[in-house]
């Protein structure tokens, strides 16, 4: 009993050891490829965008309005003072 003990448990020892090294090998090439992506995006910057990011650090960039435009609807006097009124009533909570 005792073999097969110490075979499972060498065969395991083995079998965490190598996921560790395809891991540590993985990790490190993630690394170096993305160190290189880097490289390459602040080499193509100008140098005042370089300017507002400091080391190099990349940032998120500005998102596009995509959204329907902003629209305005001009109110009669009756209409504001309805709104108003409506905006007292929901301020004192009744």
């Known amino acids: 009993m005792r073999e ?4 499972s448990r060498t065969a ?3 079998v965490l050891t190598l996921v560790a090294v395809v891991c ?5 090439d993630a690394l ?7 490289r390459e995006r602040a080499q193509g910057r100008s140098e005042a965008a370089r300017r507002h990011t400091p080391h190099g650090i990349p940032t998120v960039p500005r998102q596009r309005r995509t959204g329907p435009s902003a629209e305005a609807v001009d109110l009669t006097d009756a ?15 009744d």
């Open 4 to 7: 097969h003990g110490t075979i």
């Open 12 to 14: 395991g020892t083995a």
């Open 24 to 28: 540590t090998a993985g990790l490190a």
């Open 32 to 38: 170096r490829r993305r160190r290189g992506r880097l």
């Open 79 to 93: 209409e504001r003072d309805a709104f108003a009124g409506l905006v007292r009533r929901l301020s004192e909570g």
